[in-house]
């Protein structure tokens, strides 16, 4: 939990934790974890809550969205009036596998949402929020859980319920029509829930002046011969000039490639995510008339030792050029 900037090696960092709880002093209560947010520690209005809820129903089945509300919503009536226990626990597994859900979950999904769009909009410099004495060349990086890159239009799957990358690109597209998004995956796994979301919402559901968001994105994703497939194919798809020039490109990143992970069978190192990291801005930068703003969004990757290693690596090449970081 950070109140305040850092500045490490000479890299400025400024640090904003959305989910900051304060810790229940009378052994269980009937507050839902929203009720336990102190102004001080809480930079998320109930304005912005909502409009992450509003988001999300844009992209996601309704009746969906309603579910999850309700069942963390009576799980958590349940626990407190049928059991007496802590309005904080488990409920369950929600796809069979490895998506679970506990009573706050469905909170935590908003506040996550909040913090996506409040990096991307950091990134774009749309944010009036943040400290007013941050650069004009600024990434905004969410460091949040859940990942949300699996989570399609009406399911959960592999630990995700709601995609927060496509909720900031939405939000960004209703603040500015007809700009045009790259989301680059380098997850290990497929990020089938961002495809299905486009399929499904093109010509669909579209933004508050009737334009159809999904044409305005392109999306792309790899699994295996990271450095091959990230300098032939990845590259070039997320921006070529004078074929596709976004103004902004989102990063759905997925750390679970690390050697260490033991989720997959890839063999990469931290170096190579800092590597990744600065070949792409290099690519953005000269492959663009006017460089397109960059913003980052944890994904998977679940080994804390190496997840700190390599986010000490990446850091440096994005903050390189005097630009500054904001994490949320």
Same mark, same amino acid.
């Given at each position: 939990?950070?109140?305040?900037?850092?500045?490490?090696?000479?890299?400025?960092?400024?640090?904003?934790?959305?989910?900051?709880?304060?810790p229940q002093k009378d052994g269980g209560t009937d507050m839902s974890t929203s009720e336990y947010f102190t102004e001080l520690s809480n930079p998320l209005t109930p304005a912005e809550i909502s409009l992450a809820?509003?988001?999300?129903?844009?992209?996601?089945?309704?009746?969906?969205?309603?579910?999850?509300?309700?069942?963390?919503?009576?799980?958590?009536?349940?626990?407190?009036?049928?059991?007496?226990?802590?309005?904080?626990?488990?409920?369950?597994?929600?796809?069979?596998?490895?998506?679970?859900? &506990?009573?706050?979950?469905?909170?935590v999904g908003l506040r996550t949402t909040c913090a996506w769009i409040k990096s991307v909009e950091t990134s774009l410099g749309m944010s009036t929020s943040t400290n007013?004495?941050?650069?004009?060349?600024?990434?905004?990086?969410?460091?949040?859980?859940?990942?949300?890159?699996?989570?399609?239009?009406?399911?959960?799957?592999?630990? @995700?319920?709601?995609?927060?990358?496509?909720?900031?690109?939405?939000?960004?597209?209703?603040?500015?029509?007809?700009?045009?998004?790259?989301?680059? %995956?380098?997850?290990?796994?497929?990020?089938?829930?961002?495809?299905?979301?486009?399929?499904?919402?093109?010509?669909?559901?579209?933004?508050?002046?009737?334009?159809?968001?999904?044409?305005?994105?392109?999306?792309?994703?790899?699994? @295996?011969?990271?450095?091959?497939? #990230? &300098?032939?194919?990845?590259?070039? #798809?997320?921006?070529?000039?004078?074929?596709?020039?976004?103004?902004?490109?989102?990063? @759905?990143?997925?750390? %679970?490639?690390? %050697?260490?992970?033991?989720?997959?069978?890839?063999?990469?190192?931290?170096?190579?995510?800092?590597?990744?990291?600065?070949?792409?801005?290099?690519?953005?930068?000269?492959?663009?008339?006017?460089?397109?703003?960059?913003?980052?969004?944890?994904?998977?990757?679940?080994?804390?030792? %190496?997840?700190?290693?390599?986010?000490?690596?990446?850091?440096?090449?994005? @903050?390189?050029?005097?630009?500054?970081?904001?994490? #949320?």
């Open positions: 939990m950070y109140d305040k900037d850092h500045v490490s090696n000479g890299l400025e960092v400024h640090l904003i934790d959305v989910a900051c709880i304060e809820e509003s988001i999300l129903s844009k992209i996601h089945d309704q009746e969906y969205i309603a579910s999850l509300k309700n069942n963390c919503e009576q799980s958590r009536q349940n626990r407190i009036i049928d059991e007496g226990k802590n309005p904080l626990g488990w409920i369950g597994y929600i796809d069979g596998s490895d998506t679970y859900l &506990t009573t706050e979950s469905y909170n007013s004495n941050i650069d004009d060349d600024q990434i905004g990086i969410a460091l949040t859980r859940p990942p949300g890159h699996h989570a399609t239009y009406s399911e959960a799957n592999g630990f @995700c319920f709601f995609n927060f990358a496509l909720a900031a690109a939405f939000h960004v597209l209703q603040k500015q029509p007809g700009i045009k998004i790259s989301i680059l %995956d380098f997850d290990v796994h497929f990020g089938q829930g961002i495809a299905d979301i486009l399929e499904k919402c093109s010509k669909k559901e579209t933004t508050d002046n009737g334009e159809d968001w999904t044409s305005n994105i392109r999306y792309i994703t790899w699994s @295996c011969g990271y450095r091959e497939l #990230f &300098t032939k194919y990845a590259l070039p #798809f997320v921006s070529t000039p004078r074929e596709w020039e976004p103004n902004l490109v989102i990063v @759905c990143a997925g750390y %679970d490639a690390l %050697d260490s992970d033991e989720l997959a069978s890839v063999n990469l190192v931290a170096n190579d995510f800092g590597e990744m990291t600065r070949i792409l801005k290099d690519h953005i930068q000269k492959s663009t008339l006017t460089k397109p703003a960059l913003m980052f969004g944890l994904e998977g990757g679940y080994q804390l030792r %190496d997840g700190v290693q390599m986010h000490l690596l990446v850091l440096p090449e994005l @903050c390189k050029s005097n630009s500054t970081s904001d994490c #949320f």
